[in-house]
């Protein structure tokens, strides 16, 4: 059974940073993909970035050129660094990892608030 736990997330004022990291049980090479979802009160859960086991990275528009996706193969760890944090990025940020099409494994969840 794969297990997978958020960490790091907490309140920040808009235009500060947060790093979150997802440490998974077992290696995370045997996924074809990773990513970061995020789900704010009402509003349908949406992906924020995922990553590919070669490393290429894609984002939505929204975050752009703020946050950035990252993996640690040896530590069996996402990560994901947020920048110019703004309170729209107010969420429940959750990461999950796909064995091969489909994202089977999620995590708990860490929130994320950011202040205005």
């Known amino acids: 059974q794969v297990q997978l736990v958020e960490s790091g997330g907490g309140l920040v004022q808009a235009g500060g940073s947060l790093s979150l990291s997802c440490a998974a049980s077992g290696s995370i090479t045997r996924f074809a993909n990773m990513a970061w979802y995020r789900q704010a009160p009402g509003k349908e859960r949406e992906v924020v970035a995922f990553i590919a086991s070669g490393g290429g990275t894609s984002y939505a528009d929204s975050v752009k050129g703020r946050f950035t996706i990252s993996k640690d193969n040896f530590k069996n760890t996402l990560y994901l660094q947020m920048t110019s944090l703004k309170p729209e990025d107010t969420a429940m940020y959750y990461c999950?990892?796909?064995?091969?099409?489909?994202?089977?494994?999620w995590g708990q969840g860490t929130q994320v608030t950011v202040s205005s």
């Open positions: 999950a990892a796909a064995p091969r099409w489909n994202y089977a494994y």
